[in-house]
């Protein structure tokens, strides 16, 4: 139970009681001051508390004094446990004093700060034997005969001894002797031994009925755990087993049980005879071979670490001859060659074309005729164009010439290559980024 307070109650005996008297009346119209003593201001609605209050009876010199407990008020009329304190019961007046004053044992019933650091309600050191540990703890539970008890905090038990099996612990509180409760850890699992270490503390509470204790920190928990210090000692100690178990959930194979070496039954390493020649990068990229990729245009120290190389830009063939469609061959050499970007007549093949000229038609028109003056010993004469001559003053400079279609027909020449030689020319193509190897 716990103890109610207030300011300023007051009251008077409304007549003489006797020293067994329980029920005490007082003055008329007083009593609510004394029932509000059994009231708190603040509570906890998932625990239920019995509440008493201290009062005092006194006469009217305060010359004696008998300290009661409150339990209950109806109307006027208290209902108290007589002789508190260490004070004796007796009989009383009309008129005598009824008070909610302080007590010593009001004012013991304050937690202070040493007492909730020391754990003087939630913690002590256990007693008993290894497997039956007992505890007692103060309590106001059971003031006034009162039967009910919550105990929802965490208890501290700090024990003396090692357990070597299941074990409970014997409560008492305020004296009274609560039951010995089974110790459990987990789901409801017993303990092992060693859950309980000496001089560590446990850390326990009652279940939701009170019908047993739970431990949260059995020593064995941290057996259970891995300890970096121990590099997986742990497992080891289980056997061969639990090692097997532990590289199965790993995903580990029987690689991780072998030494490396050379022979049978080891690992190999990369230089290892069963595996042939090691290779290195040189033997892969010598000097004068070539690193491409379609999308990685690093260069390739960057990337296997090794050599000095040049960037190759532009189009590349095989090297050796190769024919196309029409017998033309063509022959690639290595190394870069400079090329052209447009063909050049020596890389046409030689060839005479036929060709006939046509003009558009033309109309009537007259030629001129060109003459030649042949001169004998008594007259000269004009060859003209017709074959004709005349005398000389009379030939023609002129020829009429009807509308006709000029023609006219030749051969042209192009290229200069020699037959069986050509250059390949290559339009569409994929590119790529390609390195040499120099150094």
Request: aromatic residues 8%; contains cysteine.
């Amino acid at each position: 139970m716990i103890l109610g307070f207030g300011n300023n109650v007051v009251s008077n005996l409304a007549s003489d009681i006797t020293s067994t008297q329980t029920s005490i009346t007082l003055m008329p119209d007083t009593g609510s001051s004394f029932a509000a003593l059994l009231t708190a201001d603040m509570s906890n609605v998932s625990t239920n508390h019995g509440i008493y209050a201290k009062i005092t009876i006194t006469d009217s010199e305060e010359s004696v004094f008998e300290i009661c407990h409150l339990t209950a008020v109806s109307g006027d009329t208290l209902t108290v446990v007589r002789g508190q304190e260490n004070t004796t019961a007796k009989s009383w007046s009309l008129n005598d004093v009824v008070a909610n004053f302080a007590t010593r044992g009001s004012e013991n019933a304050f937690v202070q700060v040493e007492q909730l650091q020391a754990g003087d309600y939630t913690a002590g050191t256990a007693a008993g034997s290894e497997n039956a540990l007992t505890l007692a703890l103060p309590t106001t539970f059971f003031n006034n005969s009162a039967t009910g008890w919550e105990f929802k905090a965490l208890i501290s038990v700090m024990p003396s001894l090692t357990n070597t099996g299941p074990a409970t612990l014997q409560l008492t509180m305020g004296g009274m002797v609560l039951g010995a409760f089974p110790l459990y850890k987990g789901n409801f699992a017993e303990l092992d031994a060693g859950d309980i270490i000496a001089g560590t503390p446990l850390i326990c509470a009652f279940n939701s009925t009170k019908s047993f204790i739970q431990i949260f920190n059995p020593g064995t928990i941290f057996s259970s755990y891995l300890q970096i210090s121990k590099n997986l000692a742990e497992i080891a100690a289980e056997g061969g087993e639990s090692q097997s178990d532990a590289r199965k959930n790993l995903g580990l194979g029987d690689a991780a049980t072998k030494n490396v070496g050379t022979t049978a039954g080891t690992v190999a390493a990369g230089d290892d005879a069963r595996f042939g020649t090691g290779l290195t990068w040189d033997d892969i990229y010598p000097v004068g071979s070539e690193y491409s990729s379609y999308t990685d245009n690093r260069n390739p120290v960057d990337i296997i670490g090794i050599g000095a190389w040049s960037p190759v830009v532009g189009l590349i063939a095989g090297v050796g001859a190769a024919t196309d469609s029409q017998g033309l061959t063509a022959n690639y050499i290595a190394g870069y060659q400079a090329g052209w970007w447009r063909p050049q007549n020596g890389h046409i093949v030689a060839q005479n074309l036929g060709v006939t000229l046509t003009m558009n038609p033309v109309d009537d028109h007259v030629h001129g005729v060109p003459v030649t003056h042949i001169e004998t010993s008594n007259q000269t004469y004009t060859s003209i164009s017709n074959g004709s001559y005349d005398a000389v003053g009379g030939y023609p400079t002129s020829q009429p010439s009807g509308g006709h279609t000029p023609t006219g027909t030749g051969t042209v020449t192009i290229g200069s290559g020699a037959a069986a030689e050509g250059v390949a020319f290559f339009n569409p193509y994929y590119g790529k980024y390609i390195w040499v190897r120099t150094a």
